[in-house]
């Protein structure tokens, strides 16, 4: 039997674990470690970057990072809208919220409020006519 720890196979562990496995087990994970570091190593020395590896990582590549004012303001349009949707009557304010927030299809909504799909259609058309007069008074 050999001692691993744990960390060195999962690195999001937080604490210390080490684990009694079996000769195999343990003969398996060293190759697989070594497999893994040549292929990090070769990457780096072949100046190799694949847009495939971390999802949404082509959009870093492509796109600046956003400036500290991008970030701020995003941050204020967002608390903005949250309070334009405080305002208006639960019953839009929660269908305008699954449908733009959750991303819940107009029909989908009517069939979980037990309404017909035209009552979902009008509710959220009002309610964001009202969202754009708020935000409007709002700036």
Request: proline share 6%; hydrophobic share 35%.
């Given at each position: 039997m050999a001692t691993i720890k744990l960390n060195s196979y999962y690195p999001h562990l937080t604490e210390r674990i080490t684990?009694?496995?079996?000769?195999?087990?343990?003969?398996?994970?060293s190759i697989g470690g070594r497999c893994c570091d040549s292929y990090k190593r070769r990457k780096r020395e072949h100046?190799?970057?694949?847009?495939?590896?971390?999802p949404g990582f082509e959009a870093n590549?492509?796109?600046?990072?956003l400036t500290p004012e991008e970030i701020m303001e995003q941050a204020e349009e967002q608390d903005a809208l949250y309070l334009?949707?405080?305002?208006?009557?639960?019953?839009?304010?929660?269908?305008?919220?699954?449908?733009?927030?959750?991303?819940?299809?107009?029909?989908?909504i009517s069939k979980?409020?037990?309404v017909?799909?035209?009552?979902?259609?009008?509710?959220?058309?009002?309610?964001?006519?009202?969202?754009?007069?708020i935000l409007k008074n709002f700036r």
């Open positions: 684990m009694e496995v079996s000769d195999e087990i343990a003969v398996t994970l100046d190799e970057c694949s847009l495939d590896g971390t590549v492509t796109r600046p990072p334009a949707l405080d305002q208006l009557p639960p019953v839009q304010a929660r269908r305008i919220y699954a449908h733009y927030i959750l991303g819940k299809s107009k029909t989908d979980a409020e037990n017909s799909e035209n009552a979902i259609r009008d509710s959220i058309s009002r309610g964001m006519e009202t969202m754009k007069n």
